[in-house]
């Protein structure tokens, strides 16, 4: 006790920084799994031309650093302290900086861009799909790193050659957030993140000096390639206003399926947000998928890596905010679902999102959307239950693909913004066949890096801690008549050929 004040001791907790493709948000945890304090900031998209997507570097920076104090300083309020960062991205999206000066030479390329869609078209046509697919288990497609640094250092004057004499940064958002933390100390990613690149030879854990010669990147600009969990260094006493050690790291579909605990293989999620992301455990080896899909690093724990097989739909929710800010159907994303519901079922009238092209298991970057099927008895609920339906038949597409390739899921668990419409995820077990389940919290992402974060700085044990943590919410049990699903199915199909760009 001094001067009549009794000191109490803090209870811990652990900041996660989730750094969206819409939005920066920090999130406080207790260690179990109990949402201390909360901030969000939205930032602006900046679409320089049709196909083309931008954010502002410093934005990314001002948002997550404003959202990291506001959120640490609530929790301190509430008599929490955090102990440990743990930071989760938007994945792909590529930065380039000045070492010196640490400012960006140009805008953050975000991951829905299309502009190096030539590039990748005719590598392609050069025949060097298999070897980008071989070393790293992705597709030759703009959406990864690798053309999109190479765009950057070929359109801004001089950024080559300073790139080769060493004087320029490359990195996804976590290393551009990981460089700015700890005051230009380390330029550091993770495992998750290096696998997004399509630089990384993801069996062999290393950049790969052949992938770097045909993308034209020079390794004088990459990152040093570190475990999820572990020393990522620490963030300034300066700019969050105590010194705190930086834990955990990892893309944030990646943290999603660590906070969904899919640490076995064939435990499977799929998070809904501005496009949807279904991640399914394939154990310690890379699945190579013969349908298109991804091979991805799910986590790289104490050196060892544990690999999932990825299938990534370009638009989920963007087609809901489409419908609210494009048409203006509906004022609220929420609205969409009673809207859904008033919709004669048998309609026949599909939406194609294809508004940056198709994803998995497509890969189509010059489809554009459509709406198919209209007749004057179609209206806004036919439009909003065929945008819902968008997001359930692309799942389908997915887990066929999936079944496929020979993996196979029991249930899928669900996250992200649309996981809170209940006839989104009743419609979801209905075509999938698959038991679908939500968990008692919707923040898997964050949690991913808050728990990576408490495994780096041993809060917890093992991944068998988060385990315990995790608990369902609701399960939707699969229902419905086989035939209508098998004709729903046909006309999404249709649509789909419609919009290709191979169509004839
Ligand atoms: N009730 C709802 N029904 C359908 N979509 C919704 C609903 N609520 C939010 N969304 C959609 O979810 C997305 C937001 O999810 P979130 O996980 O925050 O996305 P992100 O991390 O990609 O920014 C938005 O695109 C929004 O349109
Ligand atoms: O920011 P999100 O949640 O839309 O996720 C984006 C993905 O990481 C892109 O690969």
Redesign the pocket.
């Known amino acids: 006790m001094w001067g009549g004040m009794v000191m109490f001791s803090k209870r811990k907790a652990l900041l996660a920084i989730d750094q969206?493709?819409?939005?920066s948000r920090a999130v406080v945890f207790t260690p179990d799994y109990k949402v201390v304090a909360t901030a969000q900031r939205e930032f602006q998209q900046i679409y320089p031309r049709p196909g083309w997507v931008e954010h502002d570097p410093d934005v990314i920076w001002a948002t997550v650093r404003a959202t990291a104090r506001e959120a640490l300083a609530a929790a301190e309020k509430a008599g929490y302290r955090a102990e440990a960062i743990g930071i989760t991205n938007q994945r792909e999206t590529t930065l380039v900086w000045d070492r010196a000066t640490g400012d960006a030479i140009h805008n953050a390329i975000v991951w829905q861009d299309r502009r190096t869609a030539d590039i990748c078209a005719g590598l392609r046509d050069a025949g060097h799909a298999g070897l980008v697919s071989d070393r790293t288990g992705l597709v030759l497609d703009p959406y990864f790193s690798a053309t999109k640094i190479a765009w950057v250092l070929d359109h801004v004057d001089g950024a080559r050659a300073r790139a080769e004499a060493g004087e320029l940064a490359f990195g996804t958002v976590d290393s551009w957030l990981i460089w700015k933390l700890t005051g230009g100390a380390l330029h550091v990613t993770d495992a998750t993140n290096a696998s997004r690149t399509a630089l990384y030879d993801i069996a062999a854990n290393r950049w790969d000096d052949e992938l770097l010669g045909l993308f034209g990147v020079p390794a004088a600009v990459l990152p040093d390639v570190r475990d999820s969990a572990g020393d990522f260094g620490r963030a300034d006493a300066a700019i969050l206003g105590r010194e705190l050690p930086i834990t955990g790291v990892a893309g944030d579909q990646q943290s999603a399926a660590i906070g969904q605990v899919c640490f076995n293989p064939g435990e499977m999620k799929s998070?809904?947000?501005?496009?949807a992301f279904l991640l399914i455990n394939t154990g310690d080896t890379p699945v190579r998928s013969k349908n298109k899909l991804l091979a991805t690093i799910a986590y790289r724990i104490d050196g060892e890596t544990t690999y999932a097989l990825e299938g990534s739909v370009l638009s989920a929710?963007?087609t809901?905010?489409w419908l609210?800010d494009g048409l203006g159907l509906i004022a609220k994303?929420?609205e969409?679902?009673a809207l859904a519901q008033s919709a004669d079922p048998d309609s026949g009238v599909y939406l194609v999102p294809a508004f940056t092209g198709l994803g998995a298991p497509y890969w189509d970057a010059e489809a554009r959307g459509a709406l198919t099927g209209l007749t004057r008895g179609s209206g806004r609920a036919e439009i909003a239950r065929a945008a819902?339906d968008s997001s359930v038949h692309q799942t389908c597409d997915l887990l066929e693909a999936m079944a496929a390739d020979g993996v196979e899921a029991r249930s899928l668990r669900v996250d992200?913004?649309?996981a809170?419409?209940d006839t989104?995820l009743q419609r979801l077990a209905d075509l999938t066949g698959i038991e679908t389940v939500r968990p008692a919290s919707v923040e898997a992402t964050a949690w991913g890096a808050a728990f990576l974060a408490g495994l780096g700085c041993g809060l917890f044990a093992s991944l068998e801690d988060g385990r315990k943590l995790w608990a369902a919410d609701q399960s939707f049990t699969p229902a419905g008549d086989p035939e209508r699903r098998a004709a729903d199915r046909k006309g999404w199909h249709d649509a789909v050929a419609r919009v290709r760009s191979d169509a004839v």
């Open positions: 969206g493709t819409t939005s998070t809904y947000g501005t496009g929710g963007a809901v905010q609210r994303a929420s969409i679902e819902l992200g913004g649309m809170r419409n989104f």
